[in-house]
């Protein structure tokens, strides 16, 4: 099996490889109108047939892989440093993406997944198409020259082969490490899609913005894969890591959020050039940046450039990657500068207060946290540099620079549906602003009476309360502007059809899914403040537990019930079982454990967590007293943590709801397509 | 005048009262301190975070700072101590002197700067626009942008 995995990666470099060439050389005969003996157009064909076997052929390598793992084959070194015999059947199939010669073959497979579904949607735009076919493959060819000469995942182990493996890292073993890495990638590959047409659409000097419109969906797709994946993450790391919060500034953790920021610069940004013509240069280089930012936080994972709790050991392949990144670069630079004259705005900015302004504003501000997180993961080497000195760059750094910038980026949101597009009047802004404004206040109110003290900022050096303050206003000002967008369509409907208000809500927002999906999805982004902010106020407490010995935190009482030991042939434990009153009332028994995995000789925390909407009490098993046996227990009263993730589920819901068709586009779709199969005209695929 | 007099009084007194409100103890200022140093254990998380079993540099460094905040040491003064102590990588951030001012200061002046410059853009758009006849429509792109306005709009 690892010789037919070898083999398959070598054929899929081969495949690819001429996908770029053949590609490459019918786009260019096509372009100067050059003819030859095979007509372009047929040697781009099979151009695109490579490419589609190109999946097929890093699919037979995936499988591969796998397929080591599940028949334990430890001759395989991949297989032998990240399974066992006794890994439970998901986790050996993770095992694929937990390394780095793995999770580099997963990004080349989900590379040639989006490259196959493109491929077969060639209908769409079959020249626009072809363009972005070659760069793709282009893209696959760095990845799969990785894998066959740096980066080997079927590299055999020399001498003897070792009855067992060294099994997976711990920390990996949780159910939403199965998903998280390959939400993660999809996002991170996904961008590559959206790059491709743009790099493609600025070559061959492409009309309009059509690009956009059919790279709409691939881009809100990618953006909530990578939603979804960078909060999977985190829910890990609270689930996991057992320190008792969800997000570190960790370097890895940056390197997720940078494409992010971007990409969702992109996604606001394009609305102004498909409806005014504007922005045609910022989008293109929004995308290319975004495209880069993805390399560069897998470059910074794996080239050990930055010092990281889970990034993947320092290894020879950051050199490719860097070169990588400075071609891309360099093309898009040299198109960009060759083409840039296409890339003239239609119309200008008319007015400072304006639908356009906020949405510039909006994206300057996106802009400037990713620039803060990039400056602040790449200060230490700059400061070692410079000064001989390296520092640490974490939490207080971004809470005191990222969060007013977070901040200033919500205020923007509920400004932005408020404004009109080309210029607002006064008039319009003070009608719109009134009940906003008024809603912030007595959220404002309503937060210091519940004992919210945001002047201690003033007194300490405490900026939480300061700052959830903020956000909590702020919170209020978004929602009631979203509501009141809402509110004023339904009200318009509900007069003309006699349904009721939620009624025609739901009809407002199937008439037009893009305008109120995008609503419900920065719905979503306030209900997840809410919840970060809910951070101000955390509690915690440490101690040893004797037998049925309570303590208190925040409204609960925790007994301890008992504590003992269990072992199975993957990992020993240690527990202790607590029983959890409120008011004397028992609510639940909670039971934190510490892991000790034989294979990798690691140990791990698990957490027990009861979540209510309030608070989570989240407890760790930190240890046994040597001296009396008794657990070591560590409590955490984490309000509003629940919100945060009831917030990445509206973001979903909000996505998937601008990924529908209007009702009415698609009413009407449906009644051309009637009309057209009656008059048996062919018509051909669309976005 | 008496009545503005005597509100200032009032005022300052509230402003007084509300400022000792949040005046800090020392177990905040440990809590505060305990969450801008580092763990030297090498598990790369900050103090109050390190969730090691028995970590040495956890009690050792926890056990100085109580005793520094026992002996009335100001914030800025034991973070300077831990950091001639264990070098600069101690401090979860880094102190606004010398070079490390920079870290502070670009990010916050670059968003100004991007903000001034965006608003002088506009302003010299707004200039431009208004002496320059209007631009020619195509009507296939005005066509899609009308599609688009449909899709985006009521």
């Not at chain 1, 989900?110 to 760069?135: N, P, Q």
């Not at chain 1, 961008?191 to 709409?216: C, D, N, Q, S």
């Not at chain 1, 000064?387 to 200033?408: D, E, M």
């Amino acid at each position: 099996m690892p010789t037919f995995g070898s083999f398959a990666l070598l054929l899929a470099l081969a495949l690819s490889a001429y996908t770029l060439l053949a590609g490459g050389i019918a786009l260019r005969q096509i372009a100067v109108g050059a003819r030859s003996r095979v007509a372009p157009e047929r040697l781009a064909e099979t151009a695109r047939r490579a490419g589609i076997g190109t999946f097929a052929a890093t699919t037979a390598a995936a499988v591969a892989l796998v397929w080591c793992a599940f028949t334990n084959n430890f001759s395989v070194a991949y297989i032998l440093h990240h399974s066992n015999r006794a890994l439970p059947g998901p986790y050996k199939f993770a095992a694929l993406w937990s390394g780095q010669e793995g999770s580099l073959l997963l990004w080349a497979w989900l590379l040639a997944a989006y490259g196959f579904v493109l491929r077969l949607r060639h209908k769409v735009d079959v020249k626009l198409t072809a363009y972005a076919s070659t760069i793709l493959a282009g893209v696959q060819v760095f990845f799969l020259l990785l894998l066959n000469f740096a980066a080997m995942p079927f590299s055999l182990v020399s001498g003897p082969v070792p009855a067992d493996g060294f099994g997976l890292n711990p920390l990996l073993q949780y159910p939403e490490m199965v998903i998280h890495p390959p939400m993660l990638y999809l996002g991170y590959v996904g961008f590559a899609v959206p790059f491709a047409f743009a790099l493609g659409a600025l070559m061959m000097r492409y009309p309009g913005e059509k690009w956009i419109h059919i790279t709409r969906r691939w881009t809100m797709v990618t953006w909530l894969f990578l939603t979804c994946g960078i909060f999977l993450g985190m829910h890990w790391a609270y689930a996991v890591l057992g320190w008792g919060g969800y997000w570190g500034w960790d370097p890895v953790e940056n390197a997720s959020l940078m494409p992010w920021l971007t990409g969702t610069a992109f996604l606001h940004s394009v609305m102004m050039q498909e409806k005014r013509g504007m922005m045609k240069s910022w989008n293109v280089w929004l995308i290319f940046a975004t495209f880069m930012l993805a390399i560069f936080g897998t470059l910074l994972t794996r080239s050990g450039l930055v010092s990281s709790v889970h990034a993947f050991a320092q290894s020879p392949i950051g050199t490719w990657f860097w070169v990588f990144l400075i071609l891309v670069m360099s093309v898009c630079l040299f198109t960009y500068i060759l083409q840039r004259d296409h890339l003239k705005a239609d119309n200008k900015l008319e007015s400072l207060v304006s639908r356009e302004s906020s949405f510039l504003f909006n994206n300057l501000v996106l802009l400037a946290a990713c620039f803060t997180i990039l400056w602040g993961t790449l200060f230490p080497i700059l400061s070692e540099y410079v000064v001989g000195n390296k520092v640490t760059v974490s939490a207080p750094f971004y809470n005191r620079v990222a969060v007013p910038i977070g901040l200033f980026l919500l205020f923007l949101t509920a400004i932005g549906p408020l404004l009109a597009w080309r210029s607002s009047s006064f008039r319009s802004i003070r009608k719109n602003f009134v009940m906003p404004v008024i809603a912030a206040g007595v959220m404002g109110i309503v937060v210091i009476a519940a004992g919210v003290h945001p002047w201690e900022i003033f007194t300490t050096t405490h900026q939480g309360s300061f700052y959830a303050f903020v956000a909590y206003c702020l919170a209020a000002l978004v929602v009631t502007a979203i509501s009141s967008e809402f509110m004023r369509g339904a009200a318009v409907i509900s007069r003309n059809t006699g349904q009721n208000l939620f009624a025609s809500m739901v009809q407002l927002t199937r008439r037009n899914t893009r305008r109120y999906g995008g609503y419900i999805v920065h719905f979503g982004v306030v209900v997840i403040f809410i919840g970060i902010s809910g951070q101000a106020f955390n509690q915690t407490q440490e101690q040893e537990m004797a037998l049925h010995q309570s303590v208190h935190i925040g409204p609960y009482q925790v007994e301890c019930e008992g504590y003992s030991q269990d072992t199975n042939p993957n990992f020993d434990t240690e527990y202790a079982l607590l029983n959890v009153y409120r008011d004397g009332e028992l609510v639940t028994k909670m039971a934190p454990e510490r892991r000790f995995y034989n294979a990798s000789q690691q140990p791990l925390t698990v957490v027990s967590n009861h979540s209510t909407l309030a608070w989570d009490l989240y407890i760790i098993y930190a240890g046994k007293n040597p001296d009396t046996g008794q657990p070591i227990i560590r409590l955490f009263l984490n309000p509003l943590v629940a919100w945060i993730w009831i917030g990445v589920a509206i973001i979903v819901f909000g996505t998937a709801v601008a990924l529908v068709p209007n009702m009415t586009a698609a009413a009407a779709a449906s009644r051309v397509h009637a009309h057209a199969e009656a008059e048996a005209v062919t018509v051909q695929g669309g976005d | 005048m008496r009545g503005v007099a005597r509100t200032g009084r009032v005022f300052a007194i509230c402003l007084v009262a509300v400022l000792a409100m949040g005046a800090s103890s020392n177990a905040a200022r440990f809590d505060d301190i305990g969450h801008k140093l580092m763990c030297t254990c090498g598990c790369g998380q900050v103090l109050l975070q390190c969730n090691h079993l028995g970590c040495p540099s956890l009690s050792r460094e926890t056990a100085e700072l109580q005793s520094d905040l026992a002996n009335g040491q100001s914030d800025n003064a034991i973070l300077i101590a831990f950091q001639n102590e264990y070098g600069p990588t101690v401090l979860a951030a880094p102190m606004f002197t010398k070079f490390n001012m920079i870290a502070w200061i670009m990010p916050p002046l670059l968003l100004l700067l991007g903000i001034a410059g965006t608003v002088m853009l506009v302003r010299r758009w707004r200039l431009r626009a208004a002496g320059m006849p209007p631009v020619e429509p195509d009507p296939e792109i005005e066509k899609m942008r009308e599609k688009i306005r449909k899709e985006t709009e009521e």
